[in-house]
């Protein structure tokens, strides 16, 4: 049988999601990590209740949104906090995706490459993967023995 | 009766020749060690739905094909029919993968039968220290039948592994490649 797994829409590892984040296109010193979880902004700059430890400032992302987070959860993981705004709007920043992906199945896909690549790597693996991705698209990688 | 499966996949190219729409079963008692789909072992779980409408799922979207896999796609051999009746309406190639050996699918008319209505199948239990690098298998034990001349047997047996992160549903699919290489 070939492979069927279920990528988690929340993640599991802070590196991996912050490489993923890198993957999309953000500059390293566009994604805030915090120790503690710090509030995040509206796209007014107002102070809102949500708070997370991995944030993209606002004005990263597109026209009037607000800032994108990444809340630590009891349990390790690793919870987007987006804006409704923001999911209609921050695919448009990503006009290499197939029209109507979601930014959600966005950054999962990211995620899971980030991560099998990454894990591979650490195995001593030889990865293959596309130089350009279009995000929607099956993503084609090849894994192998060095 | 009902088909219980895991998820369509759409415009694969890792799970056969061409672009293919991919059936994920339910449900397996062969339970291979090193399978990478222990989530597929259950014979509870994912949907369970009606096989015409599997079968209307599957013809959904334009494909060169389908592949039937799992799980173990012939536990559920009765819904399994229907579905490969649908399919076969349509002048596409079928790639079903199953765990029973090309001998116990010959001695069952029913398994028999939808092999009869299946192009190409791939037979046998997946063996972990066989793991193969290329050919449309898991394992080298593997058997690529062709039941019809659709699919040419060079053509699978040199078929390349690799893997396809799709993104919905957000699925990693494919065969990852050989010897120890199982998806990290």
Not at chain 2, 115 to 136: K, N, P, T
Request: charged share 20%.
């Amino acid at each position: 049988m070939s492979a069927y797994l279920e990528c988690k829409t929340n993640f599991d590892d802070q590196e991996t999601l912050v490489a993923a984040l890198q993957t999309l296109g953000w500059a390293p010193g566009q994604i805030q990590v915090h120790s503690t979880a710090q509030n995040l902004h509206g796209y007014t700059g107002s102070e809102r209740k949500q708070t997370a430890e991995v944030i993209i400032d606002r004005k990263h992302l597109v026209g009037a949104s607000n800032d994108l987070g990444f809340k630590r959860q009891s349990d390790g993981s690793w919870k987007m906090i987006i804006s409704e705004f923001d999911v209609r709007r921050l695919p448009s920043k990503f006009p290499n995706a197939v029209p109507g992906t979601s930014f959600q199945s966005i950054i999962t896909q990211a995620y899971a490459m980030t991560k099998m690549e990454a894990n591979a790597k650490g195995r001593r693996l030889r990865v293959k993967k596309p130089e350009t991705v279009r995000w929607g698209e099956p993503i084609k990688m090849t894994i192998g023995v060095l | 009766m009902n088909l219980r499966y895991r998820g369509i996949l759409y415009g694969s190219q890792a799970n056969g020749p061409g672009s293919r729409t991919v059936l994920f079963t339910q449900g397996c008692w062969f339970r291979c060690p090193g399978c990478q789909n222990s989530e597929l072992w259950p014979l509870t779980g994912g949907t369970l739905a009606l096989p015409e409408t599997v079968g209307s799922l599957l013809l959904e979207q334009s494909c060169d094909g389908w592949t039937i896999t799992g799980g173990e796609p012939l536990i559920q051999v009765e819904p399994l029919l229907t579905i490969l009746e649908i399919l076969r309406s349509e002048d596409r190639g079928v790639i079903l993968f199953t765990g029973y050996t090309k001998e116990e699918l010959g001695a069952s008319l029913e398994l028999a039968k939808a092999v009869s209505l299946c192009d190409a199948v791939v037979a046998g239990r997946f063996q972990q220290r066989e793991a193969c690098h290329v050919g449309l298998r898991g394992s080298s034990n593997q058997e690529i039948l062709c039941i019809t001349d659709r699919y040419e047997p060079e053509v699978l047996e040199s078929f390349p592994h690799f893997i396809e992160i799709h993104a919905n549903p957000p699925v990693i699919t494919g065969f990852p490649g050989g010897d120890d290489v199982s998806i990290p």
